[in-house]
């Protein structure tokens, strides 16, 4: 039987909470973590009418993007749409789960998808993150390198983008001095020794520090592990906002915006005008995006597609490209589709459910 911390488990190995942004709300939000799961339904936002459409589908989990406890509550008493919907979940004693930013800020998440359907190929992240990444650095006997390091690869220490098992050694000399409560591998105690060592440096990401270390001292043959970790301001490759991606084939601005309107489904595109060149490289954000633009700009895409723009954040294009703004539920409610694709390749012992209710708060009159 599957309880509702094995799936919310499994989905932070996809998408650690630590990588979520300091004002969002991950996690699981109502509920017990050790209730069985009888269903599960996944939406994109959870409002009242969803819970109740995870009652009729016998659902006791609720696999949402955007959380609906966002900000503190200090009352909970139906005034609002946020507190009915509360209420009924614990009533009903369906958990809410929330998977936000950060599986915005994975690089196979909710950006990844959107890029997916629009068929862009040579995809990296936009805007990655600063301080994820830190280097350890360790000594270990000569003789014991090996088995070290592959209990730190296992462990998900030493990638780099598209490489695996990357550190760096150095041949060096360890001293030390035992005393009488030591129980040392080399060497007795009150005698002063020399081992040949090496130095291992590797790439450690913040997520999993812990797991690292634990191994670390579990895989090293001394009895005190001699090691530093340092935190590194390089960009973590796999972690941040956005996508740049390209089009197959070029597009003139009308023929790009006919393509958009087709694969993602939509009623309307906001859009800027002016930008004369052919659209081929693109910048894509998920949800409310104009905090990107200027990477957008500076990474040379010829059109940048979010949601939310402000009326005068248009002007800031300033003919360097064209933006896309087609909405923020049209741009991420492919999250839905993903978060089935993660669940139904790990977990068969119950029910998956995409929500059918329209959660969009807007709509266009024509």
Same mark, same amino acid.
Do not use: R
């Given at each position: 039987m599957t309880k509702i911390k094995d799936l919310t488990g499994y $989905?932070?190995?996809?998408?650690?909470? %630590?990588? /979520?942004?300091?004002? +969002?709300? %991950? @996690?699981?939000?109502t509920g017990n973590k050790e209730d069985t799961i009888k269903g599960v339904l996944i939406t994109l936002d959870c409002i009242e009418e969803v819970v109740q459409e995870a009652i009729d589908k016998n659902c006791n989990l609720i696999i949402t993007h955007h959380p609906?406890?966002?900000? @503190?509550?200090k009352k909970i008493t139906g005034n609002n749409y946020i507190e009915k919907t509360i209420i009924k979940a614990i009533n009903n004693q369906i958990a809410i789960y929330a998977i936000h930013t950060n599986l915005d800020n994975m690089i196979n998440g909710v950006n990844f998808k959107f890029? /997916?359907?629009? *068929?862009?190929?040579?995809?990296?992240?936009?805007?990655? &993150? $600063?301080?994820?990444?830190? &280097?350890?650095?360790?000594?270990?006997? &000569?003789?014991?390198?090996?088995?070290l390091l592959k209990a730190l690869y296992n462990a998900g220490a030493g990638t780099i @983008?598209?490489? !695996? =098992?990357?550190?760096f050694t150095t041949d060096g000399t360890g001293s030390f001095t035992p005393n009488k409560m030591a129980n040392p591998t080399i060497g007795t105690s009150g005698t002063a020794e020399k081992v040949k060592e090496q130095r291992i440096e590797i790439l450690v990401p913040q997520h999993l520090i812990n797991t690292i270390i634990n191994t670390l001292k579990h895989s090293h043959?001394?009895?005190e592990v001699a090691y530093y970790l340092s935190e590194l301001k390089n960009e973590n490759q =796999?972690? #941040?906002?956005?996508?740049?991606?390209?089009?197959?084939?070029?597009? !003139? %601005?009308? =023929?790009?915006?006919r393509y958009l309107k087709d694969k993602m489904n939509l009623e309307?595109?906001?859009?800027?005008? @002016?930008?004369?060149g052919e659209i081929h490289k693109i910048a894509l954000? #998920? *949800? !409310? *995006? %104009?905090?990107?633009?200027? !990477?957008?700009?500076?990474? /040379?895409?010829?059109?940048?597609?979010?949601? +939310?723009? &402000?009326y005068h954040e248009f002007f800031d294009a300033e003919n360097k490209l064209m933006i896309c703004d087609i909405g923020h539920y049209e741009s991420e409610v492919a999250t839905k589709d993903l978060l089935f694709d993660i669940l139904s390749k790990k977990f068969s012992s119950f029910a998956l459910n995409l929500s059918k209710i329209v959660t969009n708060p807007i709509r266009y009159f024509k």
């Open positions: $989905l932070e190995t996809i998408a650690p909470l %630590s990588y /979520q942004e300091n004002y +969002d709300n %991950s @996690g699981l939000l609906i406890i966002f900000k @503190g509550l890029a /997916q359907l629009l *068929g862009l190929t040579n995809i990296s992240i936009l805007s990655a &993150k $600063l301080n994820t990444l830190y &280097k350890l650095v360790c000594f270990v006997p &000569k003789d014991h390198e090996e088995k @983008g598209n490489y !695996s =098992e990357c550190s043959p001394y009895e =796999e972690i #941040g906002a956005g996508i740049i991606g390209e089009l197959k084939n070029k597009m !003139s %601005s009308t =023929e790009f915006l309307v595109i906001k859009h800027t005008y @002016g930008y004369s954000c #998920g *949800g !409310s *995006g %104009s905090f990107l633009l200027s !990477s957008a700009i500076n990474s /040379q895409a010829d059109v940048y597609i979010s949601s +939310d723009f &402000k």
